[in-house]
């Protein structure tokens, strides 16, 4: 999802830095993308995609770590341990998914 939104920003700026439609061209892009993020069934779909990016990751993760983690070198299990529990306590970014 990030990649396609990505890819949208990229094209947008592409056509208003490559036309020559101006100002005026540049605010009306401007306004329907605010609008469109300020849309309240849009929000909600982002909010709902990322709650399940989350959960799946965090199911993904015990998976992996339930099967591979005896398997580990102790340096790399060490450094997962330290980057989770920061001084004691689980870090977590603003989408309140863990540093891991």
Do not use: C
């Not at 398997?71 to 299990?77: E, F, I, N």
């Not at 001084?87 to 309140?96: K, P, Y």
């Amino acid at each position: 999802m990030r990649y396609k939104l990505t890819f949208v920003v990229g094209l947008a700026l592409g056509y208003v830095i490559g036309t020559r439609a101006g100002r005026e061209r540049y605010e009306q892009m401007k306004k329907s993308a605010r609008e469109f993020s300020q849309n309240p069934a849009v929000r909600n779909a982002a909010e709902s995609a990322a709650q399940t990016g989350r959960q799946v990751a965090g199911k993904a993760f015990h998976a992996v770590s339930d099967k591979v983690g005896d398997k580990l070198p102790a340096s790399v299990t060490d450094r997962i341990h330290s980057l989770r529990h920061h001084n004691g306590q689980v870090t977590e970014d603003e989408w309140g998914v863990s540093n891991t």
